[in-house]
Nanobody, 122 residues
Framework: VQLQASGGGLVQAGGSLRLSCVAS????????MGWFRQAPGKERAFVAA????????AYADSVKGRFTISRDAARKTVYLQMNSLKPEDTAVYYC????????????????WGQGTQVTVSS
């Protein structure tokens, strides 16, 4: 599975961004999709995940109520809508795919995109 993430950029605190991740795989609808992020000097951390059919989601506590994950099967794309951004959201954001149900651990994802930089200024 090849994953291509995009949509990052520079935004002021309180602003919004929407990340996209397009999958090459025709079996996209059978995969759980997730977003992780990695800030400088820190481990890659779970952000959000969405189940195969989109009916189940999971979020890190730090983004609950601000970020929304969604997916479009026809476009083979998963989105991460990020609102009320904070400087501590600054990181490289990665999308990933998994054959498990709503995993939150990095090692439970099999394929990864290349990452997109999100920078939130104060």
């Amino acid at each position: 599975v090849q994953l291509q993430a995009s949509g990052g950029g520079l935004v002021q605190a309180g602003g919004s961004l929407r990340l996209s991740c397009v999958a090459s795989e025709r079996t996209f609808s059978t995969l759980t999709m997730g977003w992780f992020r990695q800030a400088p000097g820190k481990e890659r951390a779970f952000v959000a995940a969405i189940s195969r059919g989109g009916g189940g989601t999971a979020y890190a506590d730090s983004v609950k109520g601000r970020f929304t994950i969604s997916r479009d099967a026809a476009r083979k794309t998963v989105y991460l809508q990020m609102n009320s951004l904070k400087p501590e959201d600054t990181a490289v954001y990665y999308c990933a795919s998994s054959n498990r149900f709503l995993p939150t651990q990095r090692e439970q994802y099999e394929f990864w995109g290349q990452g997109t930089q999100v920078t939130v200024s104060s």
